[in-house]
């Protein structure tokens, strides 16, 4: 075995020297022919930046130098609009070319980019270029298809914040210290400066999303102080600042010269226009029109401004066209010709949809199309505004311009016609895991999406009351996670004369409730949940959760049984029949529905944490110890999950691992008592 590999290795070397050579014969060539080299492309996403609040865009108030100075340098594209005013669906645009609905992406952290697509990276990686993605929010990582192409994808979310929270976000600082890091990456050492000669691996295709404009708007030092009057635009004025980390990087090694650096935003935000304060809902321009600035290599057509609408959809084409690589055909298309004063002749209208009306709240769906001049929104009542003599879109003109409508309508019906079969309008169902994470980034709905039928209601007669609906359940959630349930109770029962027909804040009610061990009333509201979602098993099992907090295993049993009907092979219930059968005293048992539950979803630390602790008072080491590593490797309680490492060690008599154990217990939690007086009586 050694020595065939021995062998092996040797035909490796002679290979290599052959290739050496010709390597050498070919840089000749290249050297003669003068080609140039292809440039880095730096694809930097901004999630949630409206354009009209870029200094470069004309916002007075803005404090963004580095994008104005991108576009001084660059090109600025001063109507471009996306495909959805949802991060997910609108970055498939993006990174793809393509409407999102016809890969089925139609929400966040649903259905993902499918494997068959191609994606950005995966066209630049098969050109050679070292492909890196760095992302702010966890809507945009592997599982939802985004990592596709990528060597190097850094979605390293610390885990948990406020103590058992899981993280959905990051701060762009920290995804752009993960991205210099790789950026500077090559050969040789630069230790020794000007002694070891350095080369970067290049070309590269970096994509850095920055999620930090999103809500809530809590920009950190200096800027929330800066901008205490306008949060908003202090949380740009951060994004704006961590850009020039990234331009600096390049800058100071020389390589922004043969970078193309693009700056575009997933959508904009509503602010209160139209009603609504973030964005999803509607297809208003403050949410549809975007940034995008590019910055070329050798600042070619620098200071160009062009006027003509562009789409998310053009990006990807427009990056490969600038690179010189050429890519299949797509939905959008480049519009590199415009910065050498092309205008095009017939130039696209732009479409645009969102589901989050009708799968959050019951509503219909909304979708747009988007002219150089005119607007039209398909809605139950229609919409059609003139954007050039109503920008803000106040007068709905639809009833005065019947033929202008018709013919908007059916260019509209002509493009979704041709989104094909992942285009379905079933709502994807998240697992619990992701819906409790969207929840924590605000994406709460009034009503159950699978109990919808037809096309309800049109969103902007119901925006009022949707506002007042999130922001209230915002505030009961935030105060159930602060210990304060019976603020969170008030809070819910005030919403509940807005709607009391939305299951999920029957639900959260009932938890309120059982947090205050109401269990009568929080047994009522489970059953008023279930009557208004059948199709959901999470009122069944927080009612077993209440049962058990009773100690009535019989009857928590039952419910856990009728969750498990609807919702099989769920992790969630499996976790609360282990909690049930370790109640009743079943260890056995306990361990197998804990163990179902990590196989169900090995994300879930809670699942894996009782598994761990019941398996460590059950002396069954074997079983607990790999739930410690992995949760150790999820950021999980580290202080924690290090002493119960040292507890295994100590019980099998490896002094010397439990007494290090104990000490990084110890120094990760330095009040950590029982850490310290193990340590003491093992005298380390
Ligand atoms: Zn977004």
């Known amino acids: 075995m050694s020595q065939l590999s021995g062998q092996r290795k040797r035909d490796q070397t002679v290979l290599s020297a052959t290739a050496v050579t010709v390597v050498s014969i070919f840089s000749v060539a290249v050297i003669v022919s003068q080609a140039p080299p292809p440039p880095n492309v730096l694809l930097i996403t901004i999630d949630t930046v409206r354009a009209d609040h870029l200094g470069a865009y004309g916002y007075a108030r803005a404090a963004t130098p580095v994008l104005d100075r991108l576009a001084r340098e660059g090109v600025r594209f001063s109507d471009a609009t996306t495909q959805a005013p949802l991060t997910g669906p609108a970055h498939a645009a993006l990174l793809t070319g393509l409407y999102p609905a016809r890969i089925g992406v139609r929400d966040n952290a649903t259905t993902p980019v499918p494997e068959s697509v191609t994606t950005a990276a995966e066209i630049f990686k098969a050109r050679g270029y070292r492909t890196g993605g760095f992302v702010g929010a966890f809507i945009l990582t592997a599982p939802y298809g985004f990592a596709q192409g990528f060597d190097t994808f850094d979605a390293d979310f610390p885990g948990f914040s406020d103590g058992l929270k899981l993280q959905v976000q990051r701060r762009g600082d920290a995804v752009v210290d ?147 690589i050429p890519m299949g055909r797509v939905d959008g298309e480049s519009v590199a010709g415009l910065m050498e004063g092309k205008a095009r002749r017939d130039p696209p209208s732009s479409y645009a949809e969102t589901f989050y009306p009708k799968w959050h709240y019951g509503w219909s769906e909304l979708k747009s199309i988007r002219g150089d001049r005119r607007k039209y929104v398909e809605a139950p009542k229609p919409e059609l505004y003139d954007l050039r003599a109503d920008p ?49 980034l605000g994406y709460v709905g009034m009503a159950a999406p699978s109990t919808v039928a037809g096309r309800g209601p049109d969103p902007k007669d119901m925006i009022a009351g949707a506002e007042t609906f999130r922001s209230g359940i915002s505030r009961a959630m935030d105060a159930l996670a602060r210990d304060q349930p019976a603020a969170a109770i008030a809070q ?193």
């Open 178 to 324: 993960a991205a210099v890091r790789w950026l500077d990456q090559g050969k040789g050492s630069d230790t020794i400066q000007g002694v070891r000669p350095f080369t970067f691996a290049e070309p590269f295709f970096a994509w850095v999303h920055l999620y930090d404009a999103h809500a809530p708007y809590d920009p950190p030092a200096p800027f929330a102080a800066r901008f205490k009057a306008a949060p908003y635009d202090g949380e740009i004025a951060y994004v704006d600042a961590c850009i020039g980390r990234l331009i600096a990087a390049l800058e100071r090694t020389g390589r922004l010269d043969r970078t193309l650096v693009a700056v575009v935003a997933d959508h904009g935000e509503s602010l209160g226009e139209h009603g609504e304060q973030e964005h999803g809902m509607f297809l208003y321009d403050e949410v549809l029109r975007i940034p995008w600035i590019m910055r070329l290599p050798a600042r070619a057509h620098a200071g160009v401004t062009i006027a003509e609408q562009v789409r998310a959809i053009d990006v990807l084409p427009t990056l490969t066209a600038v690179a010189g």
């Open 392 to 440: 803000a879109e106040r007068s709905n003109v639809a009833a005065e311009r019947g033929t202008l409508v018709a013919g908007m309508a059916g260019e509209l019906a002509r493009i979704a016609a041709g989104f094909g079969a992942a285009a379905t309008t079933d709502a994807p169902k998240p697992d619990a895991d992701t819906l409790a994470r969207l929840r924590s």
């Open 492 to 684: 819910l029962k005030q919403l509940l004369t807005i709607n009391d027909r939305s299951y999920e804040l029957h639900l959260f009610l009932g938890d309120a409730y059982t947090a205050t061990r109401q269990f009568d009333n929080a047994l009522g509201e489970y059953a008023a949940a279930r009557l208004l979602n059948p199709r959901s098993a999470a009122p069944p099992l927080s009612a077993a959760r209440a049962y058990l907090a009773q100690g009535d295993t019989t009857r928590a049993r039952q419910q856990a049984d009728e969750a498990a009907a609807i919702e099989p092979g769920s992790g969630d219930v499996s976790v609360v029949r282990g909690m049930i059968e370790e109640r009743a005293g079943r260890t056995t048992e306990a361990i197998a529905a804990y163990t179902a539950a990590v196989r169900a979803n090995g994300s879930d630390p809670q699942a894996r944490a009782r598994l761990a602790s019941l398996a460590m008072r059950a002396r069954l080491f074997d079983i607990a110890h790999p739930q410690f590593e992995a949760l150790l490797r999820m950021g999980y309680r580290p202080s924690r999950m290090h002493f119960g490492l040292a507890q295994i060690a100590e019980a099998k008599d490896d002094k010397a691992r439990a007494i290090a154990e104990y000490r990084e217990a110890i120094r990760l939690e330095p009040s950590f008592t029982d850490a310290r007086t193990a340590l003491a009586r093992l005298g380390g």
